[in-house]
């Protein structure tokens, strides 16, 4: 072979090698520009997540507790109903309620509660008092100075929402009780249980407890 086809032969080798090579080097920027690309977009979706859910406002100014069951579902008696009268009212058309009421109309504090403004009442059921045995109960509702001490002990001058509620709070009767737990677990004095709760009156919160509040003697 001449020295020429060689040198001929050798040009062409270089040339197919230079573009084969720009091709390479072409490929490689696409991919590397595809990877920018697809780097680029990767934090969006990062943030995309959703965030976290948390209870509506209707939900935390709702009644919680088992005993809301039992409150009618219509009428004066109901979560409605009792929004509409004020507390003593209220409670007169709640089941679950006669005998404090019973015991709030003999010490005559009716008026009292009702033109109250914004308060807390602790609201024990007909249960709650069948635990006193009969002849504690019928003393206290003959009573009127210690029916009243002890209803009056039953009531704060703030309304409590539930996220207020854990912690010492002065009474009507002058003294404190004394709330622990959180979220919809609470309970009074360390035995009371609140049944239903963050019911609400025209001029008050209510929390239905399991045992009637005794104050200091």
């Known amino acids: 072979m001449s020295v020429t ?4 032969t050798a040009a ?4 197919s090698a230079l573009a084969f090579g720009l091709t390479a080097c072409g490929s490689s920027g696409d991919s590397s520009s595809s990877s920018a690309k697809s780097g ?7 943030t995309s997540a959703p965030a976290a859910s948390t209870p509506s406002a209707a939900a935390m100014t709702e009644p919680f507790g088992a005993a809301c069951a039992a409150v009618p579902k219509d009428g004066a ?9 004020p507390v003593a009212t209220a409670a007169s058309n709640n089941p679950l309620l006669s005998t404090l009421v019973t015991a709030v109309k003999a010490a005559g504090l009716a008026d009292t509660l009702n033109s109250a403004k914004n308060v807390t009442v602790f609201a024990p059921t007909n249960d709650a008092f069948a635990k006193l ?4 109960l019928d003393k206290v509702l003959a009573d009127k100075a210690m029916l009243t001490k002890i209803l009056t002990y039953h ?7 539930p996220a207020a509620l854990a912690g010492s709070h002065k009474t009507l009767e002058g003294s404190d009780l004394t709330v622990s737990g959180s979220g919809q677990d609470f ?5 009371a249980k609140v049944l239903c709760g963050n019911v609400h009156t ?3 919160t209510v929390y239905i407890v399991d045992t009637v509040l005794m104050p200091a003697s």
């Open 202 to 204: 025209a001029n008050a």
């Open 77 to 85: 008696g109901s979560f409605n109903g009792m929004a509409q009268d």
């Open 133 to 136: 045995p009969k002849e504690t």
């Open 5 to 8: 086809r060689i040198r001929t």
């Open 155 to 161: 009531v704060t001058p703030d309304s409590l929402a």
């Open 187 to 191: 309970t009074v004095n360390g035995n």
């Open 12 to 15: 062409l080798l270089a040339a």
């Open 40 to 46: 680029s977009s990767a934090p969006a979706a990062a």
